[in-house]
């Protein structure tokens, strides 16, 4: 799955659901073709479009690769009849259903609260969340698609983090250099659907939802 591998279209019917082994997927918000912004993003803690796990035949959302990766893929039919047969399988669907839609509403809130040098340190430590290294394979454009803004914002922005040594940005791809100093540079834009997810997660009990 390359960068820019398209799983859903806005308005099209779920026909896959996929389950990441490795890559970042995004969940973007379309006005138009010009008009667009992420919603959320997911790696191998989650899949994709979510929409599925409740049942629904379409997606509102493009769901695309941001970075490169794999999966694990069943067709909506599989999905359904599985969340039917495996209480255990349904019920950690769901949870993560509901961390993902934490994720959403804390995006919302930074994009009309944060500036965009805070939004970009939690975006990219989100992407960090969701690799094997510190190098995230990432360009520019794509983050200026991600966030909402204009590229010079994005390029402004990179240099706040570059002056502060927090990360290092090169062309089509970004090193973090200082986590725990970018994690107090993001604030609290950074950190409450993280441990929502861990929270769920670490709570759900396979013999509860045994069948």
């Known amino acids: 799955m390359p960068r820019g591998f398209e799983i859903v279209g806005p308005g099209h019917p779920v026909r896959h659901v996929y389950f990441l082994c490795r890559g970042i997927g995004s969940v973007v ?3 138009s073709e010009t008009q667009k912004a992420e919603a959320g993003m997911f790696g191998r803690e989650g899949f994709s479009p979510t929409s599925a796990g ?21 067709t909506l039919e599989a999905t359904r009849q ?10 950690l669907l769901a949870r ?7 994720q959403i509403s804390y995006t919302a809130l930074c994009n009309v609260s944060c500036q965009v040098d805070e939004r970009l ?14 190098e995230i394979a ?23 983090l570059e002056g502060r040594r927090l990360i290092r940005s090169q062309r089509g791809r970004i090193t973090i250099r200082d986590r725990k ?3 107090e540079f993001a604030g609290s834009a950074y950190g409450v659907p ?7 997660i670490s709570d759900l009990d396979p013999e509860a939802t045994s069948a």
């Open 194 to 200: 993280e441990q929502e997810y861990l929270r769920l």
């Open 138 to 160: 990432i360009t520019h454009d794509f983050i200026s698609l991600m966030l909402g803004v204009r590229r010079p914002s994005v390029t402004t922005a990179l240099h706040v």
């Open 121 to 134: 340190a939690r975006w990219l430590l989100m992407c960090h969340d969701r690799v094997d290294d510190d």
């Open 29 to 31: 918000t379309s006005l």
């Open 96 to 102: 993560y259903v509901q961390s993902f839609a934490t």
């Open 54 to 74: 409740v049942g629904a035949k379409f997606s509102v959302h493009q769901v695309l690769m941001q970075v490169e990766g794999d999966a694990y893929r069943l």
């Open 181 to 183: 100093a970018l994690e």
């Open 82 to 91: 599985a969340i039917t047969e495996h209480p255990f399988f349904a019920n």
